[in-house]
């Protein structure tokens, strides 16, 4: 594919919160732009923590479904609203 390409990754939930540690950290050379849904979405307290250890940016998916949830992940701190689907 090249350099040129985008790549956005999509964990659907399936990683623990130390395998997407361990994960993200061993793809950070590969200029993935963000993860999706790294964590189990009744995690999604431990999003802040990970988006501090994680090189690649963070995308909140299936703990996200509606604007209640949207104002709970940003109250939480450390976390922006995104564009991308
Ligand atoms: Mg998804």
């Keep these: 594919m090249g350099p040129d390409v985008p790549l ?9 919160f130390e395998e997407a540690v361990e994960a993200l950290r061993g793809m950070a050379g590969y200029n993935i732009q963000h993860c999706e849904a790294p964590i189990d979405r009744y995690d999604w307290n431990l999003l802040p923590e990970l988006r501090r250890l994680s090189p690649i940016p963070l995308m909140a ?9 949207a104002r709970r ?12 689907s």
């Design 61 to 69: 998916d299936e703990s996200c479904w509606n604007a209640a949830d």
């Design 8 to 16: 956005r990754i999509d964990a659907n939930q399936g990683w623990s």
């Design 73 to 84: 992940l940003l109250a939480i701190g450390r976390w922006t609203a995104s564009t991308s």
